[in-house]
């Protein structure tokens, strides 16, 4: 699922930490199913921990929260609702060709294939399961953004 050379630098999480070294050995080819559940449990993981490690999570909560009118139902933001702090992160972080990509993998757009959207939808059941293809398009997209939030010190 995850590449070798990918790693978890700048973390303290234990449960990021061991994912991505379970992530490594698990194969696409064989487990698509439970390798696209857990990939989408990671992406969320590193997501919030890396926002909380840049101080950012609290006031991007309350921003989402006076647009809503009211406070979140779990008391975070879902990863829909942080896309687009998290493409504004990409434009910012990222060459421009891998923020393009980032952006096509977070945006509900039917003419990228295999988006954040499908994977919500297939882990809520709402889609067909994915393939080895799919979740491969999908990380190729989101690779670069993985690696800014694992790899690289966050400016807060």
Request: charged share 35%.
């Amino acid at each position: 699922m995850l590449p070798k050379n990918l790693k978890a630098s700048y973390t303290e999480s234990e449960r990021i930490i061991d994912l991505t070294k379970e992530l490594k050995r698990l194969k696409r080819k064989d487990f698509p199913n439970s390798g696209a559940v857990v990939l989408r449990v990671f992406f969320e993981l590193v997501v919030f921990d890396y926002l909380t490690r840049a101080g950012k999570l609290e006031g991007i909560t309350k921003t989402i929260e006076k647009k809503l009118k009211g406070k979140l139902p779990l008391g975070r933001p879902t990863l829909s609702q942080l896309s687009p702090e998290l493409t504004k992160m990409a434009k910012e972080g990222l060459k421009r060709e891998e923020a393009i990509e980032v952006e096509k993998a977070l945006r509900r757009d039917r003419a990228a294939p295999f988006t954040l959207a499908d994977l919500n939808s297939f882990i809520h059941g709402e889609n067909s399961l994915p393939t080895e293809r799919d979740i491969r398009q999908f990380w190729l997209r989101i690779e670069p953004l993985i690696r800014l939030m694992l790899e690289k010190p966050h400016k807060v």
